[in-house]
């Protein structure tokens, strides 16, 4: 069964940090593009951060340089590394697979969404 697992989210003051990973299976992998999206209560579901199978790297302009993406093929792993947190960014945080040429932040998510992880940034 294809499945994306998302960890690292917690309850952090503002200004801190926090690093969130996801897993997933090769074939999730595989040559796709992989991205970070967030939920925020009474609103859509958005993409902030994608990056590539080669690691070329894109983000919502919001996170304004705060946010870092990464990926690991070898280890199907996917990592967001958020610093300077502020209650905004309080959501809950997905992963989820993307086509390779994927460009902006508006292409669709490719699997069935994982249970995210939640990020709580006190005020």
């Known amino acids: 069964q294809v499945q994306l697992v998302e960890s690292g989210g917690g309850l952090v003051q503002t200004g801190g940090s926090l690093r969130l990973s996801c897993t997933g299976s090769?074939?999730?992998?595989?040559?796709?593009?992989m991205a970070w999206h967030r939920e925020v209560p009474g609103k859509q579901r958005e993409m902030i951060a994608l990056?590539?199978?080669?690691?070329?790297?894109t983000y919502d302009d919001s996170l304004k340089g705060r946010f870092t993406v990464s990926r690991d093929n070898a280890k199907r792993t996917i990592w967001l590394q958020m610093n300077s947190l502020t209650p905004d960014d309080t959501a809950v945080y997905y992963c989820?697979?993307?086509?390779?040429?994927?460009?902006?932040?508006?292409?669709?998510?490719?699997?069935?969404w994982g249970q995210g992880t939640r990020v709580t940034v006190s005020s």
């Open positions: 990056i590539t199978y080669g690691g070329r790297d």
């Open positions: 989820n697979s993307h086509v390779n040429w994927c460009s902006g932040l508006t292409c669709p998510a490719l699997l069935p």
């Open positions: 090769e074939r999730i992998f595989g040559l796709n593009a």
